[in-house]
């Protein structure tokens, strides 16, 4: 099997061919690159009398003149190269090691895996095995071990590494590269073409610095081979120009790797990746990975440290998978995937690598989600049995006829609450479907038990929202429907002491049943008599811990808990995120709702628009405008929002009265801003992206979005949903300030879509189910692998899942995916399990 040094000549062997024998792959010939091979052999631990036996053989092929024989000669040496011959290692003597997924000694050798050789000699070599010297880089250390362990990497470098959350082995192990440059393709200068990515092999003829006007410097060094000559060009400071002429002396052979381009009708390289020919090729001849940077970080640095990490740490990560799931889903080992995704032999190999680890990710959260499930199923709860006929009653005192979902709803909630175990249920539904009224049938049920009941809301308004609603349909249960008399309790932290305190007595005591609030539930001063229910709304704007801590209140019985979510999630996706969830779904909108007009405004019609708006506010309606996140700062989005807000003011809608509203405010400015508009106060609220989920104001007729192709479809669905809450015809106005395959897709799917579910379906088709992963819960990072096309392996992955928990509820049998669903939770704000 092929190593680093006779995959280098390998590589120069196949351009050899590639150029007709010519004796013109490498400056000078084959025989001149004989020291070089002989250095590469000896660093990869090559029997000296056989890495002779090949030198002698290239240095017959310079001096022979036949072009057939020359090509017997090379098809020989490559034959040889392909069973290179080792000097006899020592053997190992440490003792095999249990295997654990955090501490893998590193005492022996990795495992091989044979290659199967290729053919001809213009066949692409195969990467080489993990080098011996490379098993020196491991001795004393384990995956866990700091990174600042490692040859290269100081204390500097550690520091900006673990600005990119890389501290320890395993860290840079699972730090994948964001894309790969292609540039296996090895030339000649004469072959080269504009535009292609590609690398050459050349003697340095000449390397000069020259300084610009701006004080910038440009180094300009021609390479040359056989075939002709190219000049190369980095633009640099005077600082670095100095370290890069060193690089480039005359005559040195080096490697240049890059993008084709052209400067005053010359094929140029302009700042290409370089590296001398006489070391180990990292960038030359491979498909090599980018990483995300940080600054002060090298490149190349980075790949050499990856390229050392990735020839040995591979074989030291156990695997996980048992082989019947590797077996079934159709992938690569551990190993090989953690190699191919660092430094693939072909994209290939890459996207079956990808595939592995993307599954890893899917099958961890399956697993971490079905064993919350059984978890969860077998958490005692207080039955709550509502006197008989007390549901129909409630439905019956409404002020409306439910949907047919609405009717499903309660009632699979009314049969979970009578159980002895804890019901979870998630109940997601489009913007306007009714989640409220289900939900406060749900916490009236509770009531007449005799317990206790809990909504906790994102945001104050929300809350006083909520407050509103409740007491207006708890007024009507308690008239009409038979409901005895309960008390109920608005509790946030804008409330003075004295009150907070006298809300916390009445929860204590049992004389409140029924409390809406905020965070304010969750402080330690809050305890319930005997809470029985729960409801969590807008349940991905939390953490697990503060979902945990608002069950924990309920002491040692846990309480019937039920998530809410306006943002509609696709079925199969759905399955996935709240694999621990009963779910129900509202599918249907109420009657007399109507449909908000979408419009995909072109930048001629500006004016227009905004004429639009100044009518709906002389009609007496009003608007929101929202601006768009340009950077991931809150402080650019701040200065975004209010130079609009200015600009608005000043020169569009002089006269009216705006209000402001943005991430930076706090938090008691932002309830402000929020109620005055919902007041009348203000005309129009200038806004960032953070009131999507916001207040209900029925009298707002027009949502006009700046930048519309900036938002995910979502996003763009619940900004449109904050408007047609009333008795008037609503409009929704998009504005792009640039334009792209994706962000056009995008804005007209939602001119023509109005159904949340659709739009959801169309969302991931054009984004794929990764970054749906970050909607579970606040503060939960994306799926870093899974992608576009992915959706069978979430589905195999599901389906294989629920077949090992059957076999194996607890993961007795496999404390290495135990304990990779112990870290699941880690990594995700806390055990939703607490």
């Known amino acids: 099997m092929p190593n680093a040094a006779t995959e280098k000549l390998l590589k120069i062997l196949k351009l050899e061919a590639q150029t007709g024998y010519q004796d013109k792959a490498v400056t000078r010939g084959l025989s001149a690159f004989v020291s070089a091979w002989l250095a590469d052999a000896e660093r990869a631990n090559i029997d000296p009398d056989w890495a002779q036996a090949i030198a002698q053989e290239m240095r017959e092929y310079s001096a022979c003149e036949d072009l057939s024989r020359r090509r017997v000669m090379l098809d020989a040496i490559v034959g040889r190269l392909r069973a290179p011959v080792l000097r006899a290692a020592p053997v190992a003597t440490a003792p095999p090691a249990r295997p654990s997924l955090h501490s893998q000694p590193a005492a022996e050798a990795p495992p091989e895996t044979p290659t199967p050789a290729r053919s001809t000699a213009a066949a692409r070599p195969e990467r080489s095995a993990p080098r011996q010297p490379a098993r020196r880089l491991g001795e004393g250390l384990s995956l866990d071990s700091p990174v600042t362990k490692i040859s290269g990497i100081g204390e500097f470098n ?17 730090y994948f590269p964001t894309r790969y440059d292609d540039y296996s393709a090895l030339k000649t200068i004469n072959q080269l073409r504009y ?83 006489e070391r180990e090729w990292i960038t030359g001849g491979n498909i090599v990975p980018v990483y995300r940077l940080t600054e002060g970080l090298q490149p190349l640095l980075l790949r050499r440290v990856m390229r050392r990490i990735v020839d040995y740490w591979p074989a030291r990560v156990p695997e996980h998978l048992p082989d019947w799931v590797r077996r079934q889903a159709g992938l690569v080992p551990i190993a090989e995937a953690l190699r191919e995704i660092h430094f693939p032999r072909s994209m290939r190999s890459q996207e079956a690598a990808r595939r592995r680890l993307a599954f890893d990710e899917l099958f961890s959260l399956q697993l971490a989600v079905l064993r919350q499930r059984e978890l969860w199923r077998s958490e005692p709860a207080l039955p709550l049995v509502p006197p008989e ?70 945001t104050e308004i929300l809350a006083e929202q909520h407050y509103k609603n409740f007491s207006r349909l708890f007024a009507a249960f308690i008239e009409r429907a038979g409901l005895p008399p309960v008390n109920l309790a608005l509790l946030t932290g804008s409330l003075k002491p004295a009150d907070k305190r006298a809300i916390q007595e009445g929860l204590a005591s049992g004389e409140i049943r029924i409390a809406i609030g905020t965070h304010a539930l969750i402080q330690e001063a809050v305890a319930f008599k005997q809470l029985g229910f729960v409801v969590v709304d807008e349940q991905h704007r939390f953490g697990v811990e503060q979902r945990a801590a608002l069950r924990r209140k309920a002491g040692e019985l846990n309480p019937h808990t039920l998530v809410m979510t306006a943002t509609p999630i696709p079925r199969t996706l759905a399955l996935t995120l709240y694999g621990d969830l009963d779910q129900t779904v509202l599918d249907e909108m109420p009657p007399g709702r109507q449909p908000i007009e979408t419009h995909w405004i072109p930048p001629t019609e500006r004016e227009r628009a905004y004429q639009f708006v100044r009518h709906q506010i002389d009609q007496g309606r009003q608007a929101y405008i929202i601006c768009p996140l340009v950077e991931e700062s809150d402080k650019v989005e701040a200065k975004a929002a209010v130079e609009e807000y200015e600009r608005l003011s000043r020169e569009i809608f002089p006269g009216y009265k705006l209000g402001l509203l943005h991430g930076k405010m706090r938090p008691a400015e932002k309830e402000a801003a929020m109620q005055a508009f919902a007041r009348g106060e203000t005309q129009i609220l200038v806004s960032t992206a953070v009131v999507e989920v916001g207040i209900d104001v029925p009298n707002a007729t027009v949502m006009l979005i700046e930048g ?58 054009i984004r794929g189910p990764g970054e749906f992963f970050g909607t579970r819960q606040s503060g939960e990072p994306e799926l870093k692998l899974v992608g576009i096309g992915d959706r069978d392996l979430l589905e ?22 135990a304990e990779k669903v112990a870290q699941f939770w880690r990594d995700h704000s806390g055990s939703e399990a607490s």
């Open 158 to 174: 550690a520091q900006k590494l673990a600005r990119l959350g890389v501290h320890t082995i395993r860290d840079l192990l699972y």
């Open 195 to 277: 535009g292609e990515q590609v690398t050459i092999v050349g003697r340095v003829a000449s390397a000069r610095p020259f300084k610009t006007r701006a004080g910038q410097v440009i180094v300009r060094v021609v390479i040359e081979d056989a075939s002709g000559a190219i000049e190369c060009s980095w633009f640099t400071t005077e600082r670095f120009a100095d370290g890069l002429l060193k690089q480039f002396t005359v005559g040195r052979e080096m490697v240049i790797s890059g993008k084709v381009t052209e400067y005053l009708g010359r094929l140029t390289f302009q700042n290409p990746s370089y590296e001398p020919a």
């Open 708 to 765: 519309a192709n900036r938002f995910g479809l979502a996003q763009l669905h619940q900004f449109r949903g904050r408007v047609g809450r009333g008795a008037h015809k609503s409009y929704c106005l998009l504005f792009a300030d640039s334009s792209s395959d994706l962000a056009d897709q995008r804005l007209q799917a939602i001119v023509n879509t109005h159904d949340g579910f659709k739009l959801a379906e169309i969302d991931l088709e």
């Open 389 to 458: 006929g007390m549901l129909e009653r409630l439905i019956e005192a409404l002020p409306f006829k439910l949907t047919g979902a609405q009717q499903r709803a309660i009632r699979a909630i009314a049969e979970d609450l009578k159980q002895p175990t804890a019901m979870h249920r998630l109940l997601q539904g489009d913007v306007g479907s009714g989640k409220t009224v289900v939900a406060a049938l749900g916490m009236a049920l509770a009531a007449s038990t005799g317990a206790q009941a809990a909504l906790m809301a994102p």
């Open 796 to 817: 195999t992955a599901r389906e294989l899942a629920a077949k090992l928990i059957a076999q194996d509820p607890d993961l007795h049998d496999h404390p290495l995916l």
